[in-house]
């Protein structure tokens, strides 16, 4: 039986994306990389709260609260999600084969 509080949680996800792809069309350019960083910040906090969650998540959730929250210009949040994408694909492939 699904988990109606994680069903409720990620449906308001879902309308996040939605509602981000949509504003893209009328927000400047840079907004794009935010809004992403900040849907991994959402789906990662949503991952701990329904039990998820790991060390590394935590360690990830906090890095994307500080960049989301913080007054992080373009050119540093390109920095963290190159730096962020190498350590996920690091972590990805740490987990798939025990590398």
């Known amino acids: ?6 069903q409720r949680d990620l449906f308001l996800l879902a309308g996040y994306l939605l509602s981000s792809a949509r ?5 400047p350019a840079g ?7 900040d849907a ?4 990662v906090a949503l991952m701990a709260e329904h039990g998820l969650g790991d060390p590394y998540l935590v360690a990830l959730q906090g890095e994307l609260e ?3 929250t913080g007054a992080a210009s373009d050119a540093e ?18 987990r798939l084969t025990g590398g």
């Open 1 to 6: 039986m699904a988990d109606p509080a994680l």
């Open 23 to 27: 504003g893209l069309y009328d927000e």
């Open 31 to 37: 907004y794009g990389p935010f809004r992403l960083l």
């Open 40 to 43: 991994a910040r959402r789906l």
């Open 66 to 68: 500080r960049a989301c």
């Open 77 to 94: 949040l390109r920095e963290l999600a190159d730096r962020l994408v190498l350590e996920y694909a690091e972590e990805l492939d740490r």
